[in-house]
């Protein structure tokens, strides 16, 4: 469905139910910001729903449980905004409420440093902690970026993308018998190798690329500098 499609609805607050997948949760500070800024500006992001597949006449809840909570449980709204998607099945539900509570980027520290600034020409410090998701320590932390000497702030986002590059990886793989009987083999004789790492398999597995791939590049640099030698 085209986004130019999707109906607002208003539905009552009883008739929505969570999830049982969702991943997300809320400290109770953040809620007691939630519930301020649902009270302060309303609903201006709708609840993403589905027809609940097992209870009839209820719906689901695929993004936004906790404004759903925020405004039933504290602020006594008896129904909120909410688009609702037809027709999908327990797989795209869940991609889709994964995709709704994830992608949604992060904040560049200087860039935010400075729109913090700019807010505080016109916001005491005090209103920007009670009106944003941080606490006055945090935004002092983040103005106090603007007073680093030229650079500094970009080399420290330039050290967290290479930390966010280091990060761990979850691969999943699927093999047969036979595939994981080798693994498993490789695993045992690479034992003297990996010992003490982290991740005896995952070591292993680095070990085993290495392997595959170091003859080949030997190959490709050799075929390189002949190739320079003819050309000269």
Partial sequence: MKASELEVVQIDVDRL???PWNVNRMPAGLQAKLAAYLKREGFVEPLVVRPHPEQQGAYEIIGGEHRWRVAKERLGYSVVPCV?????DDKRAKILSVNLNSM??????????K???DLQQGVPLDD?????PYDTSEITDFLSLLQVPQGFADELEAEAQAQDEEAPMVLTLVLDRKQA???EKAVELAS???AGARNPKARTLELMANEFIAPRRKENDGRKQRSSQGGT
């Fill in 181 to 183: 009987a080798l693994w």
């Fill in 17 to 19: 139910l969570p999830n």
């Fill in 192 to 194: 003297n190798d990996v």
């Fill in 128 to 132: 920007l902690a009670a009106t944003l």
């Fill in 84 to 88: 609702v998607l037809k027709g999908l």
């Fill in 104 to 113: 949604k980027g992060e904040a560049v520290p200087s860039l935010l440093s």
């Fill in 115 to 117: 729109l913090l600034n």
